[in-house]
């Protein structure tokens, strides 16, 4: 293992600490230098030293370390991550320095680096080969470049966070929450084999692209202040529905005819458009801007059926990130891992007038904007974790991939039909909505069709 492939590897294992530090930042209203320092010190030491302990066991306790780590990880973050999201709900105010004292971050510093253990073990095997020296020293002279690589990182990532989260803090404290279980739920799938495609953390980031994009149009509320023109209404309706639709029909419908039977293509087509209709039938939801309520009647509040609205749009959104990404890893004909990310991106742009969508009419309707903010936040956790789903799936029936991905075309066309055009018209603003569906139509037809090559 040379220098180049020993700083890629620092780079990947640091990547937990540095979403784990963004994560620690949000809780924080002010952080100082030696709370960066602090983090910088705990992530990246331990990440130097779990690969030099994982090289002095080396095969010995391969076994137990290959069973216990994952469920290690996955608890400490678990834990972690949870209880990140119960502050973000809870009225009472927290007092931020603790959460830097030693027993907070052992946890989460053993938590995150974990993993390294193996890959210690791994040096065993596949020897370093930087320095004219000794194999100790060689693997000596690794670690120390992971920890420096880490702390690095982990600054960064803690000061990172806190200046988004001391704005931000109620929404980005659960946005911060619900990515430590993402994590977490992702070393333990991978620990039984069930997602081992992830361990490189490049479709772990892509299904989580599309939630940032939530994350950010729910963050608008602290930037508008005023009520959303009608007219600009238009355009963001326009702009969701027009990326959506090409979504559907070149990233999803297109690759799926290529792939399979067309009769399989449309039986998953028309599949999808039944089960968004019974998933819209059989949930209480309200269009906020449409006013039109939907599902069986319910004691739930407006604020309540605002968000369930976008959970019901957000639902086949993920199933979608996912099935590209599975198409790319079962090597479907045209989909590249450009396709998937191009996808991803897509969808995180569209979302961003959807996280609006949900944060600035409670907003407006008497919320306050913490609480707005992290209403929409909450809005687009599922698509993450459909994400996740729909890629077991279909790695576990290879077959399924044309149907799966004809399913969640139909799904989103449904959405475009039945909420995306509805919310785009208004009797002064039509043409300004239209354009805006085309213009983006295109622009996604576009950036699909140059990432397949």
Known sequence: MGIVELFLLAIALSMDAFAVSICKGLQAKKITIKECLLCGLWFGGF?????????????????????????LAFILLAIIGGNMIKEAFSDE????????????????????????????????????????ASNLINT???????????????????RIGSVFGAKFKSGAEAAGGFVLLFIGLKIILEHFGVIEFMSNGDILFGLLIPFAGTILGSALVFVIKSRLR???????????????????????????VREGKIYI??????????????????????????????????????????????????????????????GFLNKADGITG??????????AIQNIPEGA??????????????????????SGVVEPILGIVTIIIVNAVSSSLPFVMALTGGAITFLVIEESIPSMKSEKHSDKGTISFAVFFALMMLLTFVSAG
């Open 47 to 71: 990440q130097g030293l779990m690969p030099f302990i994982g090289y002095v066991l080396g095969s010995r306790f391969v076994t137990v370390i290959n069973k216990i780590a994952p469920w």
């Open 230 to 256: 009608d007219s600009m209404k238009a355009v963001l309706a326009g702009m969701a529905g027009g990326i959506m639709l090409a979504s559907s029909i070149w990233a999803l419908l297109y690759p799926s």
């Open 338 to 347: 450009a396709v998937a990310l191009a996808l991803s991106i897509g969808i």
């Open 357 to 378: 969508f949900v944060s600035h009419p409670l907003r407006t309707g008497g919320e306050e904007k913490g609480k707005s903010f992290l209403m929409g936040v909450v």
């Open 140 to 158: 000596i002279f690794a670690c120390l470049l992971i920890t420096v690589t880490t702390f690095v990182f982990s600054m960064l990532g803690v």
């Open 265 to 326: 293509v449309s039986l998953g087509f028309i599949a999808g458009i039944a089960f968004q209709y019974i998933l819209d039938r059989a949930v209480p939801h309200t269009h906020v801007f449409t006013q039109i309520e939907e599902g069986p009647s319910s004691k739930l509040g407006f604020n309540s059926r605002v968000v369930l609205s976008e959970i019901i749009h957000h639902v086949p959104e993920g199933m979608a990130v996912g099935a590209v990404y599975a």
């Open 93 to 132: 105010e927290e007092e931020t320095k603790p959460g830097f004292n030693a027993k907070t971050m052992l946890m989460m510093a053993i938590a995150t680096s974990i993993d390294a253990l193996a890959v210690g073990i791994t040096f065993v095997a596949v020897k370093v080969e930087v320095l004219k």
